[in-house]
Nanobody, 122 residues
Framework: QVQLVESGGGLVQAGGSLKLSCAAS????????VAWFRQAPGKERERVAA????????YYADSVKGRFTISRDNAKNTVYLEMNSLKFEDTAVYYC???????????????WGQGTQVTVSF
């Protein structure tokens, strides 16, 4: 089992930046892929970005490509999501998630954080 704790959310003006962090504990951090999801009111949860355990593979949703960057520091058991050029439509609760294996292309996450609110104002 993996415990995940997100931080870094907040209120930012459109065009601004935020960096989310997710601290992991439990299972060996370097053994599994991690991802960031988000859920806006009235919308389904969507995967925003993901990174494999070895950082050799990354995924980005089309809506955030070129603006968001996912990274991980296996020595610090932490995954980050740097968000630039934020738009109103990026407003959502952002969740960190851990996959059971090395790749995010296989199966669904089996551990979730509690979420952190990101609000982008005009």
């Amino acid at each position: 089992q993996v415990q995940l704790v997100e931080s870094g959310g907040g209120l930012v003006q459109a065009g601004g930046s935020l960096k989310l962090s997710c601290a992991a504990s439990g299972r060996t951090f370097s053994s599994y892929a991690v991802a960031w999801f988000r859920q806006a009111p009235g919308k389904e949860r969507e995967r925003v970005a993901a990174v494999s355990r070895s950082i050799s593979m990354t995924y980005y949703a089309d809506s955030v490509k070129g603006r968001f960057t996912i990274s991980r520091d296996n020595a610090k058991n932490t995954v980050y999501l740097e968000m630039n050029s934020l738009k109103f439509e990026d407003t959502a609760v952002y969740y960190c998630a851990a996959y059971p294996g090395a790749a995010y292309t296989l199966g669904q996450p089996d551990s979730w954080g509690q979420g952190t609110q990101v609000t982008v104002s005009f």
